[in-house]
């Protein structure tokens, strides 16, 4: 099915429901309205020589055009590829190199980009201006949504590239469908409810599922920059009963709505993920939803969603195990979804075997399997086959994680693959250490790093206001020494504020601190 037909089939049975609202402007669109500007621009698209099955670039801030364009592009085949551009000038210039687009639909600036950089922008022969677009709501319409299998691809949308070089991972129509299912199944959504998006890309599962979207009063390249006034009054407004995002985004907002005294009475769910949530979070934020509950599915962009659980949940059962430094609990994997834990290799895995199972509690490597699992990254054999494992006539996906499987078959989660430091003293899991050092009452976050002999060190960002000093220090070396996780650790450092990812600015950058402190690469194990 292709994934455009479930947005059509809803516009054409609810055309006067409110589809999008742009929160900064007040601008709305019905489904109808949706549905008639996406076959406009199908229609335009084509004219131009767009052509089923080709790939397309698309550049397009968050705006009303936004999602029409996404739908258009499903609706007639075309494969959409959506390219973080927060990920750095290299990185972005080398993947829109690597996808050899036949066309470009982007913002100006990307277009006088295209002029300095020719070579990485010569497969596109077809480029259209985002101003471009009002002149295609006066053509005519095309009504014939493309036929597709199940394995033809949607989308290609590109890793974050946080542990590596950004990948692109290729999305079918069916792999869309089934996670707009398990997304709707999961948190019992309905065309009822209302929507904010604090990242894009999860607004198109909505839309899919007949919900009002918002385009929230924020830049979602820098959501730990947000305004959190500001959405707060967007819930407050339109009455939000779904939001969702990076933690940087939510902590801002429940530091903001605790100090104001506010509560989001429509709020049923705020769903979390780019990072594991610190009980604190769930605390704060259930503070200011009575009628809601907090959650944190487990995922990536190559498989998602994979686990859930709940922040009342885990505030009663898992905070003095998560604080004692035995990892961040994400629940028991959803409907169709498996999970083992294996041994711990940074090579390749041609065939599944049962000898390379680890018991319960034992930590190793993540790895899952099921229909919401991408197959394949775009054109990347190698990255491919150290991501999959063949079993059979299935495969199982490498998350890049470490973690374990406990006795009622929860997973926790311990940190990525790459970041784990094999030292004299056995595996240490940045979770687990840093854990230790979070529930000092000055330490605001911690990041576990070692040095080219693999000798671990702690660095310490400070609660805001707060300064370092030899007694302080003293007291972090004695909390190393009171756990058996972090007895080993005999070096301290301080850093103002920790470099974070591009995409959800949450997950601590521990590469680069590796390199600020020790002035070598840290982790051997980085692919």
Sequence with gaps: ???????????????????????????????????????????????????????????????????????????????????????????????????????????????????????????????????????????????????????????????????????????????????????????????????????????????????????????????????????????????????????????????????????????????????????????????????????????ATEALPLCLSDGKWLLENTIDKTNQGSGTCVGTSIDGVDIQIIQISDDAINEMNPSLLKDRNQIGEIIVRGQTVTKTYDQMPEATKLSKIKDGETFWHRMGDIGYLDDDNRLWFCGRKAHRIDSANGLMAPIRVEAIFNQHPKVSRSALISNSQNEPAIVIELKHGLKPNDLLRKELLALAKSSALTSSISQVFFNDSFPVDVRHNIKIDRIKLSKMYFKTKMFKYNH
């Design 1 to 299: 099915m292709n994934i455009a037909s479930r947005l059509i089939e809803f516009a054409l049975k609810n055309p006067n429901k409110t589809a999008i609202i742009d929160a900064r402007t007040d601008e709305s669109i019905t489904f109808g309205e949706l549905e008639d500007k996406i076959a406009r621009i199908c229609h335009s698209l084509l004219e131009l020589g767009f052509k089923p099955g080709s790939r397309t670039l698309l550049f397009v801030k968050p705006s009303l055009d936004f999602h029409a364009l996404v739908f258009s592009l499903f609706k007639i085949g075309i494969i959409p590829v959506l390219i973080d551009p927060g990920m750095g000038r290299k990185n972005l210039l080398a993947a829109i190199k690597h996808t050899n687009p036949d066309g470009m639909i982007a913002e100006p600036i990307v277009h006088y980009l295209s002029y300095f950089f020719r070579s990485t922008f010569k497969s596109a022969k077809i480029k259209v201006w985002t101003s471009d677009i009002k002149k295609f709501l006066g053509s005519k319409r095309a009504d014939e949504v493309a036929k597709v299998n199940e394995h033809d691809p949607a989308a290609i949308l590109f890793t974050s590239g946080g542990t590596g070089t950004p990948k692109g991972v290729v999305y079918t129509h069916h792999i869309f469908s089934k996670q707009t299912e398990k997304l709707q199944e999961m948190f019992g959504l309905t065309s009822d409810d209302v929507d904010l998006p604090g990242f894009p890309l999860f607004s198109l599962f909505t839309l899919a599922m007949g919900m009002t979207t918002l385009i929230p009063s924020m830049d979602p390249s820098k959501p730990g920059q947000c305004d959190p006034a500001k959405l707060a009054a967007n819930i407050l407004k339109y009455q939000a009963t779904f939001v969702a995002g990076s933690p940087a985004i939510w902590s801002r907002v429940a530091a903001f709505a605790i100090e104001a005294e506010l509560k989001f009475q429509s709020i049923k769910q705020v769903v979390m993920f780019g990072a594991p949530v610190r009980n604190e979070l769930h605390r704060d934020l259930l503070s200011i939803i009575p009628n809601g509950n907090t959650y944190a599915p487990y995922g």
